[in-house]
C-alpha cells in the first residue's frame, strides 16, 4: 500500500518567491496533517483538516502561510512570499480518525510523508 | 500543560548492548494516547508504536519493548542487543482526548557503533 505521498522532496528558493508543497494522503485517511521541523523548534504542527476541513490552524505562523484541501487525496501548503526563515522540513502526515461511542475516545495513528526539504536562500 | 520531555539528547553505544530511551509527559487529561516515533538519516518519521492511557501493559515487539507507568507519567523504549540500523533519532510525542494533534519531545540522538 502507498504511504503518503509528498512533492517535492527537495525545494531550493530564492527569498521572494511563492513555494507549494503537495501532499497525498494514504487512501481511505479522513485527517490530514501539515508539520514544520526545525532545530530550533522541533516538530511543531502547523495545520490539520479532518472530511477536508481545517480544525486547527493556530500553528500556522502568519499570513504568508495558506493551506488547502480541495478534495480528499490532495493538499497543498504554500508560502508566498517565502523568507530564509522558513527553510524547514516540511512533513505531511494523516489518519483515520474515529470516535467511539458517547465516550469521546477516539483512535487514531499519524502516518508521515517522507518530508520537503526546503531551503530559502 | 501537555508537555513531553526526552532528557537524553544523544546516546552512544556499541553494537549488541541494551539501551533505553526515556520518555516524561505532563498531562492534566485521563484518556491520553502516547507515541513513539523512529527518524533514520533518511529523514522520514516511521511510526513505532501507540499506546492508550488505559492500558498500561508493556508490550514486546521482537528486539524492542516499551514500558509504560502511570505512576511516574514515563514511557521508556528499550532496545535489546542493538544493532547500527537502530542509529536514528527518537521522538516521544503525545495526544490527548478531543485533540489530534501531536506533541512531540525533542528527540533522542542513538548512535550505534559497530
Known amino acids: 500500500d502507498a504511504g503518503v505521498i509528498q512533492s517535492p522532496r527537495h525545494e531550493v528558493t530564492e527569498m521572494g518567491q511563492e513555494v507549494t508543497l503537495r501532499c497525498k494522503p494514504i487512501?481511505?485517511?479522513?485527517?490530514l496533517f501539515w508539520y514544520r521541523q526545525t532545530m530550533m523548534r522541533g516538530l511543531e504542527l502547523l495545520i490539520y483538516f479532518n472530511n477536508n476541513v481545517p480544525i486547527d490552524d493556530s500553528g500556522m505562523p502568519e499570513d504568508r502561510f495558506s493551506a488547502k484541501m480541495p478534495n480528499a487525496s490532495f493538499s497543498t501548503l504554500k508560502i508566498q512570499p517565502s523568507e530564509p526563515r522558513d527553510s524547514a522540513v516540511y512533513f505531511c502526515?494523516?489518519?483515520?480518525?474515529?470516535?467511539?461511542?458517547?465516550?469521546?475516545?477516539?483512535?487514531?495513528?499519524?502516518?508521515f510523508g517522507p518530508g520537503t526539504r526546503l531551503t530559502v536562500l | 500543560a501537555q508537555k513531553v520531555t526526552q532528557a537524553q539528547t544523544e546516546i552512544s553505544v556499541v553494537e549488541k548492548e541494551d539501551v533505553t530511551l526515556d520518555c516524561v509527559y505532563e498531562?492534566?487529561?485521563?484518556?491520553?494516547?502516547l507515541f513513539w516515533y523512529k527518524q533514520p538519516p533518511s529523514g522520514e518519521l516511521v511510526f513505532l508504536i501507540r499506546?492508550?492511557?488505559?492500558?498500561?501493559q508493556n508490550e514486546i515487539s521482537g528486539r524492542y519493548s516499551w514500558n509504560f507507568q502511570k505512576s511516574t507519567s514515563s514511557f521508556n523504549f528499550t532496545i535489546t542487543a542493538s544493532q547500527v540500523v537502530d542509529s536514528a533519532v527518537y521522538f516521544c510525542a503525545l495526544r490527548w482526548r478531543g485533540f489530534q494533534k501531536l506533541v512531540f519531545g525533542t528527540g533522542t540522538r542513538l548512535l550505534v557503533s559497530p
Open positions: 487512501s481511505g485517511h479522513n485527517s
Open positions: 499506546r492508550n492511557s488505559f492500558d498500561e
Open positions: 498531562t492534566r487529561d485521563t484518556t491520553y494516547y
Open positions: 502526515a494523516s489518519s483515520l480518525f474515529h470516535r467511539f461511542g458517547t465516550s469521546g475516545v477516539s483512535t487514531d495513528t499519524q502516518y
